[in-house]
Nanobody, 120 residues
Framework: QVQLVESGGGLVQAGGSLRLSCAASGSIFTINAMGWYRQAPGKQRELVAGLASGGSTNYADSVKGRFTISRDNAKNTVYLQMNSLKPEDTGVYYC??????????????WGQGTQVTVSS
């Protein structure tokens, strides 16, 4: 009943910036928590940035000081601002939203993934 649409990925040179967006639509829901994950070639999917309902954030050590997770509640959209990109940031990025549907049903949804490629 909920769809997540990701956008903002692309090809960028090292040192550049990108902003990923994840917009949720569908049935009535509230966002409990959100996060961005990435999967690099040959590696497991890892949590890059998380934002809890209380506002606390959590970042992977590799992106601290460079990435920022944020949200726009009015637009039901989550963002990942990525600055000073490095080739090792290359991968498919997925947004993940922990939602409460109709006031009682808790469920996790994943975006379709967006490719981020950072050239050296």
């Amino acid at each position: 009943q909920v769809q997540l649409v990701e956008s903002g990925g692309g090809l960028v040179q090292a040192g550049g910036s990108l902003r990923l967006s994840c917009a949720a639509s569908g049935s009535i829901f509230t966002i409990n928590a959100m996060g961005w994950y990435r999967q690099a070639p040959g590696k497991q999917r890892e949590l890059v940035a998380g934002l809890a309902s209380g506002g606390s954030t959590n970042y992977a050590d590799s992106v601290k000081g460079r990435f920022t997770i944020s949200r726009d509640n009015a637009k039901n959209t989550v963002y990942l601002q990525m600055n000073s990109l490095k080739p090792e940031d290359t991968g498919v990025y997925y947004c993940n939203l922990d939602l409460v549907l109709n006031g009682y049903l808790r469920q996790t949804y994943w975006g379709q993934g967006t490719q981020v490629t950072v050239s050296s």
